[in-house]
């Protein structure tokens, strides 16, 4: 065995050749005698591969390790056994003092080069001493035992070479038709079908760790995660991209395309880090187990908790907090509201708190531009009122006893039908309001805590806020503000910091004590689309996400795989840093100076003077807010903002007061009543009837005069919020 297999041995590194012709080293792990092959294994991306090589194609590649008697008979023949090679040393003698012979006999050599006594002799071989009969006949009968066995292993051997290729043939084939399967699948002529094989190859290089169930939940205050959609039936009927990749349970990355000035397409890769990141495949049960559960037990210990779904229209907000559906049939039972309020229910049979006899309570209500409408009460209007005690109050708020888990069922079904939704420029049917679901424990009539569980609306930043309808566009400029206005709360309550700018917008007003106190906790769910159509506003979610919390990134937080080190990182240009925020809305600089000399000041100087609406808490807020975000905020639209902020409050004052109008209308029609009903007398007071209805007359004159004059301030107010939209230009999705 030693001889045949030469300095080969188990441990030894050779050469070997791949099918592709790849040649490299692997180590020996076994050597086979019956077919004269060995076993080698080696390492590739990290997993350990091996297959079985015969020792002609060892040999080839690694001549010193090959026997030093390893010199064949021909290129036919195989080697002879280690068992005989003495034997072969005889006629191997024999045959080399055979060949110097004439040229004119070549066959009878080459007969007697296979060993075979009884070739015909020529005279030259007549010439020779013939040898022994005796020694003649043993050597003749040894090569017939040698040819047999050398027939039977050269049989064996080429089985196997048979087999290795017919196995290297099939593998091929099936390489060839996997190729053909996905060149008929992806379409060659896609316009993005240069940046989809991007894509994939920078996928190929990371090795994905994602979120599972087996991880440990951390404890945060603030809690700032990312969710990912698959792409629905319209972005797969349409071809779009998945230009999202989440690698770990932390690290979420955007594969933007971009253009160099040679029209060469390029990706850079932005990527963002997370307290956890959600893919296509996590389910609601897997979100609620990592954000919203944690804050269950905050309520029973007479805390405040939050949880908002934000994101794009269309990217799962309402999917995540309220369960799945199509269209407004709702499958509520797995949405976090529900999966929230089963908690709580199997939180009171517990010992420690049955013994305080809490009460459950669930109030559902929505904001829609400005205006706080119940949910559970027909859409009633409400109003939000501060108290002596500076506590925001939702007069008329209906709260609603429950009992199980099926009553806040039933009632999350009758909130949902009655929301406010519409067409944006992003989805044909997109929720246009912030919906708030709050569940309240209540202890002997006093609040013991508050869970808030908001799906905020879609943040389609400018495509909505410049529309031509003013109804669109004062819903989508207060849209902007109250997020504007809830990222700056989050901010101030995880920085611990003395005011907190909650009067900006109408969410933050209403969720005033969830931001104030430190047994407050609040937890955000990014939902972000995975298409390429939907990249611009992809960034922008993962951007305001990013400003909550301020995460830091570095490379190390990219899982790389250990083949891919090389080819990955090269290609690798991630936002390792937050810089600056992308600005939502950009301003023309000659609008932007006509627009600072020109009426709107003045306007508001107006309005102060004959309002009485200068400085106060609400504007204080509005213009710390846009201090605070200089880089997002311009002047010509904190100018915008806070005429739409005026108009909202002018038209609650309008409304007001000509309800009043209208009440002392009832009270004028009963007082002249009065009076007609005296002239009817024979005698009446002529003097006194002239006199009643004079002032009569007066009141209305007043009362009506000045309803009047707010309503044209209003109307041009109205006017002056149109002109100022105009200055203000929505940022256009760059081309790719």
């Known amino acids: ?438 569940i309240i424990l209540r202890r002997r009539g006093k609040m013991h805590g508050k869970f808030s569980l908001i799906d905020l609306a879609g943040n389609e930043r400018g495509a909505d806020t410049s529309s031509a309808d003013r109804q669109t566009r004062l819903e989508g400029a207060e849209i902007n503000k109250s997020l504007l206005a809830l990222k700056e709360c989050i901010r101030a309550l995880g920085r611990n910091k003395p005011h907190t700018p909650f009067r900006a917008s109408k969410l933050t007003q209403v969720l005033r004590d969830s931001f104030i106190g430190e047994n407050s906790r609040t937890c955000m769910i990014a939902t972000i689309s995975p298409g390429m159509a939907s990249c611009e506003n992809t960034l922008n979610t993962l951007r305001y996400a990013n400003r909550v919390k301020e995460f830091g990134i570095s490379p190390s937080d990219i899982p790389f795989s250990q083949s891919g080190v090389g080819s990955g990182r090269s290609e690798l240009s991630p936002t390792y840093e937050y810089v600056t925020m992308v600005k939502e809305l950009m301003v023309d600089p000659v609008a932007a100076m006509d627009g600072r000399q020109g009426g709107h000041v003045n306007q508001l100087e107006v309005l102060e003077a004959q309002w009485g609406v200068g400085s106060s808490p609400q504007r204080d807020d509005l213009k710390l807010l846009c201090e605070q975000n200089e880089e997002e905020v311009s002047p010509q639209l904190f100018t915008f903002h806070e005429a739409v902020s005026q108009l909202v409050e002018m038209e609650e004052q309008v409304l007001e007061d000509h309800r009043a109008v209208f009440q002392e209308s009832i009270r004028w029609l009963e007082d002249e009543k009065v009076l007609l009903e005296m002239t009817e007398e024979v005698d009446y007071d002529v003097e006194s009837y002239a006199t009643q209805l004079e002032q009569i007359l007066d009141q209305k004159i007043d009362i009506l005069t000045e309803l009047r004059d707010k309503v044209k301030s209003f109307r041009s107010t109205l006017q002056e919020e149109e002109q100022a939209s105009q200055q203000i230009a929505p940022r256009r999705p760059r081309a790719l």
């Not at 030093?68 to 080697?79: G, W, Y």
């Not at 669930?362 to 409408?373: C, D, L, M, P, R």
């Open 1 to 438: 065995m030693a001889a045949m297999f030469g300095k080969i041995f188990v441990g030894i590194y050779v050469e070997i050749k791949r099918s592709d012709g790849r040649i490299h080293q692997a180590m020996v792990t076994s050597l086979h005698e019956d077919n004269e092959s060995v076993t080698v294994e080696w390492i590739e991306n990290g997993d350990t591969k091996g297959k079985e090589i015969d020792l002609e194609s060892i040999f080839a590649l690694n001549p010193d390790v090959a026997p030093e008697e390893d010199i064949p008979q021909s290129p036919e023949a195989p080697l002879p056994p280690s068992g005989v090679g003495k034997a072969t040393k005889v006629p191997k003698t024999r045959r080399v003092t055979a060949i110097p012979k004439p040229e004119n006999a070549p066959r009878e050599n080459r007969a007697a080069s296979v060993g075979t006594t009884r070739a015909r002799p020529s005279q030259h071989s007549q010439a020779a001493e013939p040898p022994p009969p005796a020694i003649a006949a043993q050597p003749a009968l040894n090569q017939a035992l040698i040819q047999q066995q050398n027939a039977r292993r050269k049989s064996n051997c080429v089985k196997e070479v048979e087999k290795l290729q017919e196995k290297r043939e099939k593998r091929r084939l099936q390489q060839q038709e996997l190729r053909e399967k996905r060149a008929q699948e992806v379409d060659v002529n896609l316009p993005n079908y240069e940046i989809m094989c991007m894509i994939r190859d920078f996928r190929a290089s990371l090795d994905y760790r994602p979120l599972t169930t087996n991880d440990l939940i951390e404890e945060h205050r603030i809690c700032v995660c990312v969710r990912a959609r698959p792409l629905n039936k319209k972005e797969l009927t349409v071809k779009d991209l998945d230009v999202i990749t989440i690698p770990s349970k932390d690290v979420v990355m955007v594969h933007e395309p971009k253009q160099k000035v040679d029209l060469t397409r390029f990706l850079e890769n932005q990527t963002f880090r997370f307290d956890y990141t959600f893919d296509e495949n996590s389910t609601n049960e897997m979100v609620y187990r990592f954000t919203a559960q944690p804050l269950v037990e905050t309520i029973f210990e007479r805390g405040m908790a939050t949880c908002f779904a934000y994101g794009q229209t269309g990217s799962g907000k309402t999917h995540t907090m309220g369960g799945d559906f199509s269209g407004k049939n709702q499958d509520c039972s797995k949405g976090i509201y529900a999966l929230s309020a089963r908690d709580v229910f199997l939180m009171l049979k517990k010992p420690n708190y049955k013994k305080l006899d809490l009460q459950v309570f669930a109030t559902f209500f929505e904001i829609y531009s400005g205006k706080v409408f119940d949910l559970l009460n027909r859409k009633a209007k409400l109003r939000v009122l501060e108290d002596g005690k500076q506590q925001v109050q939702v007069v008329g708020l209906q709260e609603r006893e429950v009992k199980c888990t099926e009553d806040v069922l039933k009632l999350i079904e009758v909130g949902n039908s009655c929301r406010t939704s519409g067409q944006t420029s992003a989805n044909a049917h997109s929720s246009r309001s912030h919906a708030v679901f709050q």
